[in-house]
T-cell receptor, first 113, second 114 residues
Framework: DAGVIQSPRHEVTEMGQEVTLRCKPISGHDYLFWYRQTMMRGLELLIYFNNNVPIDDSGMPEDRFSAKMPNASFSTLKIQPSEPRDSAVYFC???????????FGSGTRLTVV | AQKVTQAQTEISVVEKEDVTLDCVYETRDTTYYLFWYKQPPSGELVFLIRRNSFDEQNEISGRYSWNFQKSTSSFNFTITASQVVDSAVYFCALSEGGSEKLVFGKGTKLTVNP
């Protein structure tokens, strides 16, 4: 299995631009999670899906953030418009059973200048 | 609400020393799950162990061991005979039985010097 695949690995964009992060979970995993990691706040859960349905988006910081999961093998996290304070590493993770533990992707390092 | 505290921000040891990383958790649930993850300098998050609240047996895996004590709400991680490759940030995490959310501690940065 290729694991959880995220793209791009690095993204540098200018303030105000739209940014789209992509994630392919492990096949057969019913849960997909988006986390953000910063020095100040550590690892924060942004949103998670179960069987492609968003279950909890209470961690999404603002309306500028949106996430979709159109099918079981693909999810996106979009930031529009981006701001410098969005600079962070964004991780996607998937799990086949609740509380089993996640498998994380390699992350996308986002820099907004 | 669930919470994980890793009081040690950074630890530095010399190779072959034993080191223990502390983790204290808070939850009101009787069913919960505890985890440890490793984040090496390359940045990925690597799953190390999962423990449920009904299993207090300590676990050993090679040089790694975990001590789970419900009485003190702790789930500590010990590396025996540390190696340079153990240098990483280690995260303790908690999920409650009724939730899929995994809440992480702030992490402990371990540096093993040759």
């Amino acid at each position: 299995d290729a694991g959880v695949i995220q793209s791009p690995r690095h993204e540098v964009t200018e303030m105000g631009q739209e940014v789209t992060l992509r994630c392919k979970p492990i096949s057969g995993h019913d849960y997909l999670f988006w986390y953000r990691q910063t020095m100040m706040r550590g690892l924060e859960l942004l949103i998670y899906f179960n069987n492609n349905v968003p279950i909890d988006d209470s961690g999404m910081p603002e309306d500028r953030f949106s996430a979709k999961m159109p099918n079981a093998s693909f999810s996106t996290l979009k930031i529009q418009p981006s701001e410098p304070r969005d600079s962070a590493v964004y991780f996607c993770a998937s799990s086949f059973w609740r509380n089993y533990g996640y498998t994380f992707g390699s992350g996308t390092r986002l820099t907004v200048v | 609400a669930q919470k994980v505290t890793q009081a040690q921000t950074e630890i530095s040891v010399v190779e072959k020393e034993d080191v223990t990383l502390d983790c204290v958790y808070e939850t009101r649930d009787t069913t919960y799950y505890l985890f440890w993850y490793k984040q090496p300098p390359s940045g990925e998050l690597v799953f190390l162990i999962r423990r449920n609240s009904f299993d207090e047996q300590n676990e050993i895996s090679g040089r790694y061991s975990w001590n789970f004590q419900k009485s003190t709400s702790s789930f500590n991680f010990t590396i025996t005979a540390s190696q340079v490759v153990d240098s990483a940030v280690y995260f303790c995490a908690l999920s409650e039985g009724g939730s899929e959310k995994l809440v992480f501690g702030k992490g402990t940065k371990l540096t093993v010097n040759p």
